[in-house]
Nanobody, 125 residues
Framework: QVQLAESGGGLVQPEVSLRLSCTAS????????MGWFRQAPGPVREFVAA????????NYADSVKGRFTISRDNAENTVYLQMNNLKPEDTAVYYC??????????????????WGQGTQVTISS
């Protein structure tokens, strides 16, 4: 059974940093593109960042470019999202996702096969 478990969320003040982790089990982690998405109250799940299988290719939403960094450790089956200079508009539930399709559109949530349960990130003074 595939499981993706996010951790590292919390309540922090603006301009501080957080690092999210997502550890996968039940799949061959190195075969999957890994993505981070977020969802504020409402139906839209917004793309944040993605990283290809080997870690050599990354993609970011414009809203987080220069502030967030995605990375992965295939030996630990874990993907990370380092979030710096957090803003109130970054408040959301953050989800990690795994997609196996070759050449998937990394910003499209429908391209991913598995999802975690999410971790809440709240930015507030």
């Amino acid at each position: 059974q595939v499981q993706l478990a996010e951790s590292g969320g919390g309540l922090v003040q603006p301009e501080v940093s957080l690092r999210l982790s997502c550890t996968a089990s039940g799949l061959t982690f190195s075969s999957y593109t890994m993505g981070w998405f977020r969802q504020a109250p409402g139906p839209v799940r917004e793309f944040v960042a993605a990283i290809r299988r080997s870690g050599s290719g990354t993609n970011y939403a414009d809203s987080v470019k220069g502030r967030f960094t995605i990375s992965r450790d295939n030996a630990e089956n874990t993907v990370y999202l380092q979030m710096n200079n957090l803003k109130p508009e970054d408040t959301a539930v953050y989800y990690c996702a795994a997609g196996i399709k070759y050449g998937l559109r990394s910003s499209d949530p429908s391209e991913y096969n598995y999802w975690g349960q999410g971790t809440q990130v709240t930015i507030s003074s």
